[in-house]
């Protein structure tokens, strides 16, 4: 059985069980993290020494970073949630690697702002926010006449951006239409692994 520490409240924690949900894999999820300040403690750095979280344990094995997570459970349980080979691996890790890089910054700045008022809203904040709006519109492109990130199905690269995306498309910022990138987001959120893993209950089909 996995072992999860992390917080169910946390997005890169949320990729880890939309994962862990989706392959049917036996887990236990323990609170760890911000509102827990249990991630300080030397038993927990000894295992991750960023004190950040998600940390899985498997056994002997323990594995920190969310993605990298990803990279090792479908490697173990479930090899069709990548690529097959070299070329395909990286159609589906460079989506993975674009969040981190490219969209998550302004993804935090946006979170950390959600309840600025617009005179506190700095010049920093608004360019970061006006980053993240031009990187949506990036995978909203991608994402046109697609149902999936990559190989059309399923793979990490989705499990691995649904959390952060649904959260992205749901701030009140000024961006641009993202009609793509909401129907690929409301295709996840009808997943059960993906309602299970975000607390929140599956659309009814119409």
């Known amino acids: 059985m996995y072992k999860l520490l992390g917080r169910s409240t946390s997005g890169n924690v949320q990729k880890v ?13 323990q609170d760890y993290g911000r509102q827990f300040e249990n991630t300080a403690t030397a038993e927990y750095k000894a295992l991750n020494p960023t004190s ?15 993605n990298t997570i990803l990279r090792y459970l ?7 949630l990548n690529g097959s080979t070299p070329a395909e691996k990286t159609e589906v890790e ?3 690697d674009f969040l981190l890089a490219a969209v998550n910054p302004g993804y935090l700045a946006a979170f950390k702002g959600a309840k600025l008022t617009p005179e506190e809203q700095t010049a920093e904040y608004k ?11 990036i995978i909203d492109g991608h ?14 690269a989705d ?4 959390p952060i995306l649904k959260r992205c498309i749901d701030f009140k910022i000024d961006r641009p239409s993202l009609p793509n990138l909401e129907a690929w987001v409301a295709a996840m959120a009808s997943r059960a692994a993906f309602a299970t ?7 009814k089909a119409a």
């Open 74 to 80: 479908a490697a173990k349980d479930a090899p069709t």
């Open 143 to 156: 994402l046109a006449g697609k149902s999936f990130f990559a190989l059309g199905r399923l793979t990490i």
């Open 94 to 96: 460079r989506w993975m």
């Open 197 to 203: 893993a975000t607390g929140a209950a599956a659309p």
């Open 159 to 162: 499990i691995a951006n649904a």
């Open 52 to 66: 950040k979280v998600p940390t899985l344990v498997d056994g002997e094995t323990v594995i920190w970073e969310s």
């Open 17 to 29: 069980l939309f994962m862990l949900e989706e392959t049917g894999a036996s887990y236990e999820r």
């Open 127 to 137: 360019e970061a926010v006006k980053d993240l709006a031009a990187q949506l519109k």
